[in-house]
C-alpha cells in the first residue's frame, strides 16, 4: 500500500503542469491607478492600473477584476510648435495576479476612453487633443493686428512686416501656455494580448 502511495505521488509530481492560455487578441479593461501627462512623467516611469472586468474564457476566469497591471512610460513629446500633437507613449509589462504570481505581458494600449481629440495610434502611444480652434483664431488674430499696425506705419512693405511680427506675438502666446497630453487617474485603458500568454494552473486554482 505505502508503494502505490508513493508511486501515486511521484506520477502526479512528474505530470507536467496545465495551463490556461490568454489568446493573442484579447482585451484588458484596465483602470489607472496614478495620473500620467507628457509635462511631468519620463521616460521609465512606473505606472500601474487594475484590471476592471475579469477575463473569462470558456466559462472559466482567467484573470479576476482587480488584477494589477505593471507598465512603464517608454515615451513622452510635448511639442513646442503650431503642428504636432503631445504624447506618452507606455508599455504594459505584467499583470500580478491575487497568489502574488508575476505573469509577463506581450500587449499594447489601443484605445482609451477619454474622447476629446484625443487618440491612440498604430504604436500604441497616446496622443493628446493638441491645439484647439481658439489657438488657431488668436494666432489668426494676431497676425491680422500685426498687419494692420505694420500698413497704418511703414505702407505697403509693413504690410508683411506687421503679418510677421503679429504672428510671432500669437505664437508665443500660443508657446506659452500648455497643451500636454494627459491620462488622468480612472481612465480606462484598453490593453491588447499581443502574443499568447501561459497562466499556469496554480495561477488560475480557486478563482
Not at 482587480?66 to 510635448?78: C, I, M, P, R, S
Not at 509589462?93 to 484605445?111: N, Y
Not at 488622468?184 to 502574443?195: K, Q
Amino acid at each position: 500500500m505505502k508503494k502505490i502511495t508513493s508511486l501515486g505521488f511521484a506520477l502526479f509530481f512528474a505530470m507536467p503542469v496545465l495551463a490556461q492560455t490568454l489568446p493573442a487578441g484579447t482585451a484588458l479593461r484596465v483602470r489607472l491607478d496614478n495620473t500620467l501627462t507628457s509635462f511631468s512623467s519620463k521616460r521609465g516611469d512606473a505606472f500601474s492600473g487594475h484590471l476592471a472586468q475579469a477575463i473569462v474564457i470558456d466559462g472559466q476566469t482567467i484573470v479576476p477584476a482587480g488584477t494589477t497591471l505593471q507598465g512603464h512610460v517608454t515615451k513622452v513629446n510635448e511639442p513646442r510648435r503650431i503642428s504636432g500633437k503631445p504624447t506618452i507613449g507606455i508599455s504594459p509589462d505584467a499583470l500580478v495576479l491575487p497568489t502574488g504570481e508575476r505573469i509577463a505581458l506581450d500587449a499594447m494600449l489601443v484605445d482609451t476612453n477619454l474622447g476629446n481629440g484625443t487618440d491612440v495610434n498604430e504604436e500604441g502611444q497616446f496622443k493628446g487633443s493638441g491645439h484647439e480652434r481658439r489657438d488657431l483664431l488668436e494666432i489668426g488674430g494676431g497676425t491680422g493686428g500685426g498687419m494692420l499696425i505694420g500698413g497704418l506705419a511703414g505702407g505697403g512693405g509693413g504690410l508683411l512686416i506687421g503679418a510677421a511680427v503679429g504672428g510671432a506675438a500669437g505664437s508665443v502666446h500660443w508657446l506659452a501656455r500648455h497643451h500636454s497630453a494627459v491620462l488622468p487617474s480612472g481612465t480606462e485603458l484598453v490593453i491588447e494580448v499581443e502574443r499568447p500568454t501561459a497562466m499556469t494552473a496554480s495561477a488560475t486554482a480557486g478563482q
